[in-house]
């Protein structure tokens, strides 16, 4: 007589390797060290590790606890080290994933900073207008999720400033962004008003070069790299969580240094 119990098939430990990416990426923010296996993943979100959606979901959860820590954590009022102007690097390092060549700049005749959601005055801002604004120069570490970093020296209005400027709500939970190249962000309120987060207009004294976001980026001294959108063309005030492009693919979305 066969036995009425069978042995529970084991997962494939191959599976972890259709996430590779997004392993490497929680390793590189230290949620997980020396690799991750199959066990831990299951201790760690009790996931169903023989599904490919289940694993997905565990290690997106993963990134999503880390988020939630770093905004119970972050201090609105500390302020990022900052460093001497003889330090800014001339020009700043071309950060993205396309050779700078491929960079297809913003024309400033037709340029126009478009504005949704939760803001009293929608009227579009030109090259112009922004330069009307006060500015604010700091000079501050650039870090890419990669490992690198530079200084930066950056100048323009803070975005809180802005913000208030056209009567938005400074209650809501993010603030998005539209961007030229199709590489759109989100940050929290939090960072946006925090005041070394600049809509960067200058980079060095000089207003900003093509490849580097022209004419209007997001700076912040609080955050990686790639959550520093360059060649802004919308800003949104929303309650609804924004995501973003880096955010879609398994990066963190706090992304706080």
């Not at 071309?94 to 126009?112: G, Q, R």
């Not at 930066?152 to 998005?176: C, H, I, Q």
Request: hydrophobic share 40%; charged share 25%; net charge positive.
């Amino acid at each position: 007589m066969k036995s009425p119990f069978r042995p529970a098939k084991l997962p494939d430990p191959a599976i972890l390797d259709d996430h590779r990416l997004l392993i490497r990426l929680l390793e590189r923010r230290r949620l997980i060290r020396g690799g991750l296996s199959l066990g831990a993943l299951t201790m760690l979100t009790g996931c169903d590790v023989n599904s490919q959606d289940s694993v997905q979901k565990g290690l997106r959860s993963i990134s999503a606890w880390n988020d939630r820590v770093q905004a119970a954590l972050f201090d609105p009022t500390h302020l990022a080290p900052t460093y001497p102007a003889s330090m800014i690097l001339k020009p700043p390092k071309f950060n993205a994933y396309y050779d700078i060549t491929d960079v297809k700049p913003v024309h400033a005749y037709d340029w126009k900073l478009e504005l949704g959601g939760l803001i009293a005055d929608k009227r579009p801002w030109t090259i112009e207008r922004l330069a009307t604004l006060p500015e604010t120069e700091m000079v501050i570490r650039h870090v890419c999720v990669e490992g690198w970093d530079y200084i930066g020296g950056w100048s323009g209005p803070t975005l809180r400033s802005f913000l208030e400027r056209v009567g938005a709500d400074l209650r809501a939970k993010y603030v998005a962004f539209k961007t030229a190249d199709d590489y759109p962000s989100s940050i929290d309120m939090a960072t946006a008003l925090h005041p070394q987060t600049l809509l960067a207009t200058k980079y060095a004294g000089e207003p900003l070069a093509d490849p580097f976001g022209f004419p209007l980026r997001l700076r912040m001294a609080t955050k990686l790299g790639y959550k520093n959108a360059k060649w802004i063309t919308a800003i949104e005030v929303t309650n609804t969580y924004p995501g973003g492009y880096w955010e879609n693919f398994g990066e963190s979305w706090f992304a706080g240094i």
